[in-house]
């Protein structure tokens, strides 16, 4: 079946610095699934960071940026000054066929002031 | 203000007693799901529901089962909780099934069974 892989349960970052999170995946029920970046900040449910549906392109919102890159099977969450406010849990998910979301585990951020 | 929300934010139970989550969105979307969240796990699918009686199983279904009486509400039941259960529930709905379509989630209820 379709999965995602984040392979860093926790970074912490200090403010201003860049940001890198990972994210993998593997589609089986489909060749381009949609691929997605939701963040959960504390006590609110998630929320859509990001979305990208057309292999090669990049999406981009409130500073943050993912490239949908096919022949690697990755899309990599970047920001190039992180705020303390960014501070959240990210999940990077993918649809394939149909209604599914197949999601990560989350990346928990915590920016140091 | 297009919301999600979700009823209670927190339960404790015990094992064998009876659960019940609620859901309601304001968005009038036709999809609503439910999902648990485990530590070290992704989102899972519980069921998801297209319309008003319209129900499905997700990955995880067994344990658990649903109702959809409106458009704008969808209850998450378990009957007789086991402590296996213990989990983060999460509600999410959205305008279809399109795999291009958000889904927009509820803050989730932390559900404890003893």
């Known amino acids: 079946g379709d999965s995602v892989t984040q392979t860093e349960g926790q970074v912490t970052v200090s403010e201003s610095k860049s940001l890198i999170i990972n994210c993998t995946y593997s589609a089986t029920s489909i060749g381009y699934p949609n691929l997605f970046w939701y963040v959960r900040y504390p006590g609110e449910g998630l929320q859509l960071l990001l979305k990208v549906i057309t292999a090669g392109q990049k999406g981009s919102s409130r500073g943050f940026e993912a490239t949908y890159n096919k022949e690697a099977t990755s899309f990599h969450l970047q920001k190039a000054s992180v705020q303390e406010s960014d501070s959240a849990v990210y999940y990077c998910?993918?649809?394939?066929?149909?209604?599914?979301?197949?999601f990560g585990t989350g990346t928990s951020l915590l920016v140091d002031p | 203000d297009m919301k999600v929300t979700q009823m209670p934010r927190y339960l404790i139970k015990r094992m064998g007693e009876n659960v019940l989550l609620e859901c309601g969105q304001d968005?009038?979307?036709?999809?609503m799901y439910w999902y648990r969240q485990d530590p070290g796990l992704g989102l899972q699918l519980i069921y998801i529901s297209y319309d008003v009686d319209s129900n499905s199983e997700g990955d995880i279904p067994k344990g658990y089962r649903v109702s959809r009486k409106k458009r704008e509400h969808f209850s998450l039941i378990l009957d007789s909780a086991k402590t296996n259960q213990t989990s983060v529930y999460f509600c999410?709905?959205?305008?279809?099934?399109?795999?291009?379509?958000?889904?927009?989630f509820g803050p989730g209820t932390r559900l404890t069974v003893l």
């Open positions: 999410a709905s959205s305008l279809s099934t399109g795999f291009s379509y958000e889904q927009y």
């Open positions: 998910a993918l649809s394939g066929m149909g209604y599914k979301l197949t």
């Open positions: 968005m009038s979307h036709e999809t």
